[in-house]
């Protein structure tokens, strides 16, 4: 799924691409593309018809764009990419995606924006926009914590709230309700540079420990930013089609069998909630207070 990192790049892909532009006309191919409007891709289309894409925002791993129109605005176009969501700026000539779900023409007849899903986990929605703790966000996202790249991220605050949780410090790096953005690349990532495992207990860390993981999360998101993201298939790129390369700078994700890059140790790959976590046995040892 993508990460923070990958959000962003979208974003700055469609905020030059989308801002300033009116919506002609939508296509929805795809209901469950749009499942979460109820009244379904008819009012989906005529409400979206006419009305200008003001800006591309994202918080964590949710993008939008806020919308103006007769109505005053005040109202935003969601998307979550899920595994395989991508938004695309093609030419109007460019054939058709074999996933594609929903086309956005606009009003100048420039390149269309386009949802494509292959496995139908993400989607658009209309959501009010509303003042949250001094930032306007969508009120369907509104419960979601901010994130290290937000100018408002309190890492103290974060690092408080994670030591009075009980449960493992990977598990609570992936609660978008404590620190958004951070997937399961990202947290592996943080952990093997802070040299932590996995299942140490977030009852069990210092204040600098803490602060080291939120630092080594928020430090690897920036440079894999800078490398347009990661990208191990096809299946997560920016709006003009292109992948990021940060894949070849992962030091424990992924990684299962290769030596590890401060010690040569062979990272190990552990089962994690139906997924997987990738540590270094020497530089990352289980704690025996570990919980299962």
């Known amino acids: 799924m993508p990460e923070l990192p990958e959000v962003e790049v979208v974003r700055l892909g469609l905020e030059n691409h989308v801002a300033g532009r009116?919506?002609?006309?939508?296509?929805?191919?795809?209901?469950?593309?749009?499942?979460?409007?109820?009244?379904?891709?008819?009012?989906?289309?005529?409400?979206?018809?006419?009305?200008?894409m003001i800006a591309a925002r994202r918080r964590g791993k949710y993008l939008w764009v806020e919308l103006a129109g007769a109505d005053g605005g005040g109202e935003a176009l969601l998307a979550h990419l899920g595994m395989s969501g991508q938004l695309l700026v093609q030419p109007s000539t460019a054939v058709d995606e074999k996933h594609l779900r929903v086309r956005v023409r606009f009003a100048d007849g420039g390149p269309e924006l386009r949802f494509v899903d292959q496995r139908t986990f993400g989607g658009l929605a209309l959501s009010d926009l509303a003042e949250v703790d001094g930032t306007l966000l969508p009120l369907s996202i509104a419960h979601i914590a901010r994130d290290p790249m937000d100018p408002r991220f309190d890492a103290e605050a974060v690092v408080r709230a994670l030591r009075l949780r009980h449960t493992g410090i990977k598990r609570a790096l992936l609660d978008q309700n404590l620190i958004s953005g951070v997937g399961n690349i990202y947290a592996d990532e943080a952990l093997w540079r802070s040299r932590l495992h996995w299942a140490r207990p977030t009852d069990r860390l210092s204040r600098a420990q803490g602060l080291?993981?939120?630092?080594?999360?928020?430090?690897?998101?920036?440079?894999?930013?800078?490398?347009?993201g990661t990208s191990f298939d096809a299946l997560?790129?920016?709006?003009?089609?292109?992948?990021?390369?940060?894949?070849?700078?992962l030091a424990a994700y992924g990684q299962e069998g290769e030596p590890c890059q401060r010690c040569g140790t062979a990272i190990r790959r552990d089962p994690f909630m139906n997924r997987s976590a990738y540590s270094c046995p020497r530089c990352q040892p289980r704690p025996r207070d570990a919980r299962p």
């Open 22 to 52: 009116v919506i002609e006309a939508v296509e929805v191919l795809h209901p469950r593309a749009i499942r979460r409007h109820i009244p379904g891709p008819l009012d989906f289309a005529a409400r979206l018809a006419g009305r200008t």
């Open 236 to 249: 997560y790129v920016n709006v003009n089609g292109q992948s990021g390369y940060f894949d070849r700078s």
């Open 212 to 228: 080291a993981v939120v630092a080594a999360a928020t430090e690897v998101m920036r440079e894999a930013l800078l490398a347009g």
